[in-house]
């Protein structure tokens, strides 16, 4: 069993930058792939990016590739996203999910454990 605790989330002005992170538990952190996801309101909760444990297989989604940085720390059982460049359209609850398998994957579906969320909001 896995817990996953974001924070970081809050509101900032469009351009600005938000970090956010995702606490894990359990000792095996690190055969986890990462995963972060987004919902808007009125809309279906859609994939951001993704990082598998070794670090080798990144994914990002189209509309925040070149703004965003997944990156972990299995020291700490934590893994991160870094948003540049925020824009409106990017509020949403940000949860971070945590799947059994050694590849990234930007389906909803192939992740077992999930977070309660952090809420991003982007004033213009």
């Known amino acids: 069993q896995v817990q996953l605790v974001e924070s970081g989330g809050g509101l900032v002005q469009a351009g600005g930058s938000l970090r956010l992170s995702c606490a894990a538990s359990?000792?095996?952190?690190?055969?986890?792939?990462m995963g972060w996801f987004r919902q808007a309101p009125g809309t279906e909760r859609e994939f951001v990016a993704a990082?598998?444990?070794?670090?080798?297989?990144?994914l990002y989604a189209d509309s925040l590739k070149g703004r965003c940085t997944i990156s972990r720390d299995n020291g700490k059982n934590t893994v991160f996203l870094q948003m540049n460049s925020l824009k409106p359209e990017d509020t949403a609850v940000y949860y971070c999910a945590a799947r059994i398998g050694a590849y990234s994957s930007v389906r909803q579906s192939d992740y077992d454990y999930w977070g309660q969320g952090t809420q991003v909001t982007v004033a213009s």
């Open positions: 990082l598998n444990w070794r670090g080798d297989n990144t």
């Open positions: 359990g000792r095996t952190f690190n055969t986890y792939t």
